[in-house]
């Protein structure tokens, strides 16, 4: 069965610093692949997604990802962070296109001012 | 973009009674939507997919008894936490996808905030 992993339950940075949060999935093919932010009191927000293609891919509120099939990673990354970017992170996989999503654990990000 | 609610966002109740959660999508129509129930510092488990107009389909070691899921119409499905015990107290979260997913690539899901269940 498929996994995802987030390695980094808490992360903390410094607003303006740049931010790379690690995912790595089991699967044998390549995966279709998410990045979701929870904010508390909303629902997850889709951030990017990777299906097939351009393997650096740009999402919303600034925040790119790059798949790599060597390492079965696809890390999320910002160049500069901002206070509101404190949230939970998570990593996801869909391995049959069926929209049955498998979640990492989540990290959770601090952002000092 | 597409909203979807959730309701009620917390409830408590007595271990034996029956709750039950509500997931609309506001502005459009899904012909499919998910559960999702969350523990503390863990990730989200997929309980169940509900199909409008059909059964839903429960993943392994889901209680379809305890957790009754029905998809009425196009924008409302209802989580039913039967004879709910403190052990299922925990963060329901729905989902519901805008397209019937066509070509075998998944459609986007869209979350709702989430219903915290306390069961004393």
């Known amino acids: 069965a498929q996994s995802v992993t987030q390695p980094d339950i808490h992360i903390t940075v410094s607003e303006g610093a740049s931010l790379e949060l690690r995912c790595n999935y089991s699967?044998?093919?390549?995966?279709?692949l998410f990045w979701y932010v929870q904010s508390p009191g909303q629902g997850l927000q889709l951030l990017l997604k990777y299906f097939s293609g351009d393997t650096l891919v740009q999402g919303i509120k600034g925040f790119e990802a790059e798949f790599k099939r060597s390492q079965s990673s696809f890390n999320l990354r910002k160049p500069s962070v901002h206070w509101s970017d404190a949230a939970e992170y998570f990593c996801?996989?869909?391995?049959?296109?069926?929209?049955?999503?498998?979640f990492g654990t989540g990290t959770q990000l601090k952002v000092e001012l | 973009g597409a909203v979807v609610s959730q309701h009620p966002s917390r409830v408590i109740c007595k271990s034996g009674t029956s709750v039950k959660i509500e997931c609309r999508s506001l502005?459009?129509?899904?012909?499919?939507m998910f559960w999702y129930r969350q523990f503390p510092k863990q990730s989200l488990m997929l309980m169940a997919t509900s199909n409008e107009g059909s059964k839903a389909t429960y993943e392994q070691g889901v209680e379809k008894d305890k957790f009754l899921i029905n998809h009425a119409s196009l924008t409302l499905s209802t989580l039913t936490v039967t004879s709910a015990h403190p052990e299922d107290s925990s963060f329901y979260i729905c989902?519901?996808?805008?397209?019937?997913?066509?070509?075998?690539?998944?459609?986007?899901?869209?979350f709702g905030p989430g219903t915290r269940l306390t069961v004393l």
């Open positions: 502005d459009f129509q899904a012909t499919t």
């Open positions: 699967y044998g093919a390549t995966p279709y």
């Open positions: 989902s519901a996808r805008d397209g019937r997913g066509a070509g075998g690539v998944p459609d986007t899901q869209y």
């Open positions: 996801a996989v869909d391995t049959g296109g069926g929209n049955k999503l498998t």
